[in-house]
T-cell receptor, first 116, second 111 residues
Framework: NAGVMQNPRHLVRRRGQEARLRCSPM?????VYWYRQLPEEGLKFMVY????????ESGMPKERFSAEFPKEGPSILRIQQVVRGDSAAYFC??????????????FGSGTQLSVL | EDKVVQSPLSLVVHEGDTVTLNCSYE??????LLWYKQEKKAPTFLFML????IEKKSGRLSSILDKKELFSILNITATQTGDSAIYLC???????????FGGGTRLMVKP
């Protein structure tokens, strides 16, 4: 049973380009969460999605960032017109239930985004 | 807004030493507190604590929660180089589906 799969592992973009980060949840999981980890900091919640629905995007920057989790395929975190401050590790996590079991949240290995 | 603070920020010890990592928290509605180990990849779950005074133990790692004083500690005895990692503490929100993390403690264990 494969874990949470994220790709690419490393992504390099120049300022102004777009970054697309992908996350395939564990088999049987329909809840996906994106977190961002800046250097020397803990993980910060960005967005919580279920299939075709954004449930909570309270941690998403208001501009340039968007997320989706289509009926088919992986969840995508998209960052348009990247800036140097977007350089961070982006982690995806998935679970099979929406509430009450945070210990059943499984994290992917992350995508390290570097903006030149 | 929920808040989690970890200390120390970083720690360097030698193999065989015992370490204590601290986590204090402020939450609107406490449900649980979780500890994770993060090496150069995904954070992996260590413990979930819900009750004060009950120690959770896994090998050389143990953790305890104090709900009155709003903190938790993670102890690692007889440290090994493989314990080198960032240790993260987190609390879930009221719905139990979003975690607020502390800044982590970076532990380095030297041979």
């Amino acid at each position: 049973n494969a874990g949470v799969m994220q790709n690419p592992r490393h992504l390099v973009r120049r300022r102004g380009q777009e970054a697309r980060l992908r996350c395939s949840p564990m088999k049987g999981h329909s809840h996906v969460y994106w977190y961002r980890q800046l250097p020397e900091e803990g993980l910060k919640f960005m967005v919580y999605l279920q299939k075709e629905n954004i449930i909570d995007e309270s941690g998403m920057p208001k501009e340039r960032f968007s997320a989706e989790f289509p009926k088919e395929g992986p969840s995508i975190l998209r960052i348009q017109q990247v800036v140097r401050g977007d350089s961070a590790a982006y982690f995806c996590a998935s679970s099979s239930q929406s509430t009450g079991a945070p210990e059943k949240l499984f994290f992917g290995s992350g995508t390290q985004l570097s903006v030149l | 807004e929920d808040k989690v603070v970890q200390s120390p920020l970083s720690l360097v010890v030698h193999e065989g030493d015992t370490v204590t990592l601290n986590c204090s928290y402020e939450v609107t509605n406490f449900r649980s507190l979780l500890w994770y180990k993060q090496e150069k990849k995904a954070p992996t779950f260590l413990f979930m604590l819900t009750s004060s005074g009950i120690e959770k133990k896994s090998g050389r790692l143990s953790s305890i929660l104090d709900k009155k004083e709003l903190f938790s500690i993670l102890n690692i005895t007889a440290t090994q180089t493989g314990d080198s990692a960032i240790y993260l503490c987190a609390v879930p929100n009221n719905a139990g589906n979003m975690l607020t993390f502390g800044g982590g403690t970076r532990l380095m264990v030297k041979p």
